[in-house]
């Protein structure tokens, strides 16, 4: 600032021509008029002498003392735009201009800094307005120089996350496997998957994990929110097992045995196993299910993740009744009526569960029909049940049975019985 030098307020006439000179005091320098002030740090008081030379060598002098004071300065405000995970960074730099240092911060929620040094974290700072004063200087009577302030608002961008590094442990049989469902909890959604290993087994988020062989395999999610904010990447760790197909044999049973799924063989140490009626049926088949004769089952093991393993067929021989490698039928040959808890039925054995839709007549010694039965009648107790002798006990005696499977493969057989009465 140039400033034009003159007297205390003496009304006095001034010289003014090119005999007067100014000095400086404190430095004894000549100084020019008018006067370029110094840059001010804080105050400064100057302290001149004002001396005049006639041509007849008369001299006089004055003396001019001024302070002068600074005007901080809080600089000019800015926009800043961060990300919450940004490091934190110096909000004074963020001025413009030639700010004070002496000043101090405000901010959001009654934010009071001591001093004009503030570091600003965007993970712990709240976003907003926050406003650089210096204070005011002067002599607090005459001269006074107002303080200002300016304002810096921060805006606190949210980036996105794409959360830990993850483990999954998946079976080939499951075919499919949806990564977003492997991603973690915590993670934002609406990122992409990359194969880091190129397997090829990767299709936006689901893998084909069909196509793989057993082995583990890293895939990446990755997150991109605002585009000032860097991207976060976890990387999915994904471990595919798989469990060879069973090795079995066709298996044979005798009609009688009234073979169930439980009786079927297969070396399943450390497996357990399910069994199947096809090779893409997704229901199990109950233990307690009967065998059909020529009938095709399938069985998987299943390790102890649950994994499950291709399957294979077995195929269900059925031996007939009169087959030499299975004991026939042990129908009792006699009964007896005496209510002593032995004989007193017929004992079909295992009939009725091979051949459900089987029917049996008995006959006396004459021919004549006395009983006839199937799954839904009672087993002949020396009653008869056909019309005319309805309840009647029969005597003792032989009688005659035929039992007819009623399976059509299986031919009707007869024997015969005593009735002890």
């Known amino acids: 600032m140039i400033s034009l030098l003159n007297t205390n307020g003496i009304e006095d006439p001034i010289y003014e021509g090119s005999l007067g000179n100014w000095f400086d005091l404190d430095s004894g320098t000549a100084i020019a008029n008018p006067f370029t002030i110094p840059t001010i740090d804080g105050q400064q008081t100057f302290n001149f002498v ?43 730099s963020e001025l413009s201009g030639a700010p004070n240092t002496n000043g101090t911060w405000t901010g959001p929620n009654g934010f009071v800094s001591t001093s004009n040094i503030l570091n600003f974290d965007p993970a712990t700072f709240e976003a907003g307005n926050y406003i650089y004063a210096v204070p005011d200087n002067g002599n607090g009577t005459e001269v006074t120089c107002p303080g200002t302030s300016t304002t810096v608002t921060v805006n606190i961008i949210q980036n996105l996350s794409a959360g830990s590094n993850m483990q999954a442990t998946v079976c080939r049989s ?19 998957f990359s194969d880091l290993d190129m397997t090829n087994a990767l299709s936006g988020s689901i893998v084909d994990v069909s196509i793989l062989n057993a082995g583990t395999y890293n895939f990446e999610y990755l997150v991109q929110g605002n585009p000032l904010c860097s991207s976060s990447a976890a990387t999915i760790m994904l471990t595919v097992l798989e469990v060879d197909a069973p090795l079995v044999q066709n298996q044979s049973f005798c009609l009688l045995e009234v073979a169930q799924i439980s009786d079927l063989q297969i070396d399943s140490e450390g497996f357990d196993f399910n069994w199947y009626d096809t090779t893409t049926s997704t229901d199990v088949l109950p233990t307690d299910l009967i065998l059909v004769n020529g009938e095709d089952y399938y069985v998987s093991l299943l390790d102890s993740h ?22 026939g039928c042990a129908i009792n040959d006699g009964i007896s009526d005496n209510d002593d808890g032995e004989n007193e039925l017929l004992d079909l054995c295992n009939l ?39 309840g009647n006990k029969l005597p003792s005696g032989f009688y005659f049975y035929v039992f007819n499977p009623n399976d059509t493969s299986t031919a009707p057989f007869q024997g015969s019985v005593y009735l002890s009465r």
């Open 50 to 92: 004002y001396t005049t030379s006639t041509e007849n060598n008369c001299v006089d002098r004055a003396n001019l003392s001024f302070t002068i004071y600074e005007a901080y300065q809080s600089g000019t405000g800015a926009t800043v735009d961060v990300c919450n995970d940004d490091a934190g960074f110096e909000l004074f």
């Open 174 to 192: 499951d075919l499919q496997v949806n990564l977003l469902t492997l991603i973690d909890p915590l993670a934002d959604t609406g990122g992409s």
């Open 306 to 327: 649950g994994c499950e393993s291709d399957r294979a067929r077995v195929i269900v021989t059925l031996l007939a009744l009169n087959d030499a490698s299975c004991d």
């Open 352 to 390: 009725p569960e091979v051949f459900p839709n089987f029917e049996i007549e008995i006959f006396n010694r004459y021919g004549t029909i006395v009983f006839k039965g199937n799954n839904n009648t009672p087993l002949f107790d020396g009653t008869s049940n056909v019309p005319l002798t309805i």
